[in-house]
């Protein structure tokens, strides 16, 4: 059975050849092939023995002559314990794909995941699948196998199950067989053979005219045949090129290749070879020729593109999502981290990514799977090779790279834009306590009359919180019976004028306030904004008017203490001159009585007095 696996995969590989050289390659590589199955026959034969004579022991791991054989044979070979999805490679395949043990997965599905063409693994997946429920009795497939230094190997495993003695399957058991020589060998005869065939070029140096039969219809059977002089399609330096070759392939004697531009901006790619007369004489070159126009147009822009990368003022990282591996870093990237590009292509973004792992790298993939095109922007912390780590703003997007799925991640160091924003919000906060600690309200609005910030003695003293206010009109707060002012105060203000007065607002539960305003315009951000400082003058008011009291009642107080003094005082006056009367009249009882009246005016005085 392995034998008939073995020569459906193998043979399937033999082109028809035609000369005995071709032949002799062939069969040496036949030979190996041959070996090669030979060996893997010998191998299930010794692991069916291990696995009977050891069951009781601990299974086929346990069997020392199937260690041994593990040990010393070049054949790359691989156990798959299915009960504890571990595996065991031997040196064989680790010297085949250049791997150490410590660097593989522990588990069979992210080792394919890791080591498979992305291409190749759900055909891979499906026919181990397909093997473990027994849809097929034998395990038999061709695919890329990644190499450590990241080059494709063609492959082919063959394998199958062991069982115990129970029937119950429990390893899987296989080898790989390098066929990469092969593939590139069946590559180059058949392109021999396209060359034996129908040539759709055909230059005779001596005329300068080339033939090319153009493909009219769907196969090669309808041909249309062009004829030109090489003068009239090409540069005299593109025309120097092909002649060189030919000349060159003409004393050779061997197979020409040549890539050249048309006047119209073709790229033009003709292989070939010298065709001979009858008697061997060297004449015209005849082969296939391809336009390659498209493809260098791209590579150019990906040279270009590469060079964009390279000159950015960004950090460029791609990473593919076979092994996670980085791909492609720019010198930005090198001289940021602080390592060198050998060091950072040995590396994944989980080494250099704070916070990233591999599940979530994964879950990251499935996402972008789901946009295709579209860029996705987070911010991020990197860690240099010092230990030390930096903020970085990351836009990254799925895209391809060498053919393979890959993220490409554009990064920004914002050092020192994280430490401005940082000092912004401390000086915010200090503006916002100084703001909130003043004894006044304070308002700013546009002109519009829209409340833009107010700090917390504002809010409190109308009834209202700083969140509630802001964005609300000024009109809120004040009382319409001072609107038609206020209007023409904001007039006044935004014509450069400041303002000075006093009016009354409106409390939250519908009393008025007395408040004093001082208005002045200023410049946010090119834009006029105004802004208030509000003083609660209402206690003043009250002080006021108590002082208008107290005033009034002193002068009441001063005017009846003038009245009371002024009646003895003209009482005393009257007397003293009524007293000069009677003393010119020496009239002494008149005098006494005088002087009587005097003393008691006097006495009332000091008694007004003794009051005050």
């Not at 002649?243 to 006047?263: M, N």
Request: aromatic share 8%.
């Amino acid at each position: 059975i392995l034998l008939q696996v073995s020569r459906q995969t193998v043979f399937q590989w033999i082109p028809v050849v035609e000369s005995t050289q071709e032949r002799v390659e062939m069969n040496a590589w036949l030979v190996v092939s041959l070996v090669s199955v030979l060996l893997n026959f010998w191998l299930l034969l010794r692991l069916r023995s291990g696995v009977e004579q050891k069951s009781d022991a601990g299974g086929l791991l346990h069997s020392i002559s199937f260690q041994h054989y593990l040990e010393v044979t070049s054949e790359a070979i691989f156990i798959w314990d299915l009960h504890n999805d571990h595996y065991l490679l031997n040196r064989g395949w680790l010297d085949l794909s250049g791997y150490a043990e410590v660097e593989l997965p522990s588990t069979m599905p992210e080792f394919v995941r890791m080591v498979v063409h992305p291409d190749d693994i759900s055909q891979v997946l499906q026919a181990i699948e397909e093997l473990i429920s027994g849809v097929v009795p034998r395990f038999a497939e061709e695919f890329r196998l990644r190499h450590r230094d990241g080059r494709w190997l063609w492959v082919v495993s063959q394998g199958g199950l062991v069982r115990n003695k129970e029937g119950n399957a429990t390893h899987f058991v296989g080898s790989h067989l390098d066929i990469t020589a092969s593939h590139e060998m069946v590559q180059e005869l058949q392109f021999g053979q396209r060359l034996t065939g129908l040539s759709n070029w055909y230059f005779d140096p001596e005329t300068m005219l080339v033939t090319i039969n153009q493909d009219v219809g769907d196969g090669a059977s309808q041909l249309s045949p062009w004829v030109m002089n090489v003068t009239e399609m090409l540069s005299l330096d593109e025309q120097e090129k092909i002649l060189s070759k030919v000349h060159q392939a003409q004393q050779d004697g061997e197979p020409y290749e040549v890539e050249f531009r048309t006047l119209d901006g073709r790229v033009l790619q003709a292989f070939g070879e010298v065709e001979r007369g009858p008697e061997r004489r060297v004449g015209a070159v005849r082969g296939v020729i391809r336009d390659v126009t498209e493809q260098r147009q791209s590579e150019l822009r990906m040279i270009q593109f590469g060079q964009l990368l390279q000159d950015s003022i960004n950090e460029v990282w791609i990473a593919r999502e076979s092994d996670l591996s980085l791909v492609y870093v720019n010198d930005r990237a090198c001289q940021n981290s602080g390592y060198s590009r050998d060091e950072l292509l040995q590396k994944t973004p989980t080494d250099v990514a704070e916070g990233w792992s591999v599940e979530r790298l994964y879950q990251e993939f499935d996402f972008l799977r789901s946009s295709p095109g579209e860029w996705f922007n987070r911010q991020i912390v990197c860690v240099r090779a010092d230990g030390t780590r930096y903020p970085a703003e990351l836009w990254y997007q799925l895209t391809e790279w060498d053919g393979e799925e890959s993220l490409i991640a554009l990064m920004l160091d914002i050092t020192e834009r994280v430490s401005a924003e940082q000092a912004i919000r401390i000086s915010e906060q200090k503006y916002r306590r100084v703001f909130d600690a003043l004894p006044d309200g304070l308002c700013l609005f546009g002109p519009d009359g829209i409340i833009v910030d107010c700090n917390l003695e504002l809010a409190t003293s109308h009834g209202w919180s700083v969140e509630e206010l802001i964005g609300q009109p000024i009109a809120l707060l004040t009382n319409p019976e001072y609107e038609p002012q206020q209007q023409l105060l904001l007039q006044q203000v935004l014509a450069g004028e400041d303002f000075i007065g006093e009016g009354t607002d409106i409390h939250r539960d519908g009393r008025q306030l007395a408040l004093e305003a001082h208005g002045k315009v200023i410049l946010i951000d090119g834009e006029q904004m105004l802004v208030t400082v509000l003083r609660d003058v209402t206690e003043r008011h009250r002080y006021m008017q108590e002082l208008q009291q107290q005033k009034e009642e002193i002068e009441q107080f001063t005017y009846t203490v003038s009245h009371d003094l002024k009646s003895p005082l003209i009482t005393i006056k009257g007397f003293v001159d009524l007293l000069r009367e009677d003393l010119a009249a020496d009239e002494r009882r008149a005098v006494e009585d005088d002087l009587q009246r005097i003393t008691r005016s006097e006495e009332h005085t000091s008694e007004l007095q003794s009051h005050r």
